[in-house]
């Protein structure tokens, strides 16, 4: 825990969650935070009802919001934040990642697939493919002005742009913002594990975990497979 009368950045992890079985993904994610860095908080904003042993602190969604997570950022409890998605395992400790703190304002990784269809949609500014959309199911962000400035802008532009998906008005946002903002090497937000990985790979070994078979899955061999993961 951190400690109120020390100089020493509040820092933690921040999850969103909708519904039991999104919480419960979450529990196992932020437990994986405890045993890799233990000394972090860790933070949920979920429904009044919800279960929520396992975190450090809880917060209510408001109702009528459409994409939680855009609009409750801003509001995390700590100086300095991580935000993950509920399908995530953290695999190593984080010291290193939140020393970029010490410089940049905000950290994210690429989309990995970048390139398709889907993740290079306009909404008012045309951009350069060099400048990919950032997966906003890892980001590291410190607390100050320009962080929640760029917060709000985000949640008006996706109120206004109409998207189902965020990151296209989260790409928008970053590129027209003044953010000090540092791209994640993919270690730190791993989306596509490859079955060699665990016999042989001369890869860096994933820091974060973040896999379409941690969400909550409805086949009993599915969410097997998912329990496999640590």
């Not at 700590?78 to 905000?106: G, P």
């Not at 950290?107 to 697939?113: F, K, Q």
């Amino acid at each position: 825990m951190s400690d109120p009368t020390s100089d020493t950045p509040r820092r933690g992890v921040v999850y969103v969650a909708w519904g039991a079985a999104h919480v419960d993904v979450a529990r196992r994610s932020a437990a994986s935070v405890k045993k890799s860095s233990p000394w972090l908080e860790t933070a949920i904003f979920c429904a009044a009802d919800d279960d929520t042993s396992g975190f450090d602190m809880s917060f209510v969604v408001p109702d009528g919001l459409v994409r939680p997570k855009v609009d409750l950022l801003w509001q995390s409890p700590f100086d300095q934040t991580l935000f993950l998605d509920n399908d995530t395992i953290v695999r190593d400790d984080l010291q290193s990642a939140f020393r970029l703190l010490e410089k940049y304002d905000m950290c994210g990784a690429h989309v990995i697939l970048w390139h398709r269809p889907r993740h290079t949609k306009t909404w008012q500014t045309e951009l350069p493919d060099a400048f990919p959309e950032i997966n906003t199911g890892v980001l590291l962000f410190k607390k100050n002005d320009k962080t929640t400035k760029f917060f709000k802008a985000w949640s008006a532009n996706f109120a206004q742009a109409g998207f189902k998906v965020d990151q296209v008005t989260f790409r928008e946002t970053l590129w027209a913002s003044d953010l000090d903002f540092y791209v994640l090497p993919p270690q730190f937000n791993k989306r596509v594990y490859e079955l060699s990985e665990p016999i042989y790979s001369d890869q860096p070994r994933p820091r974060i975990l973040h896999l379409n078979i941690l969400r909550p899955q409805k086949s009993a061999f599915k969410r097997w497979l998912s329990n496999l993961i640590r």
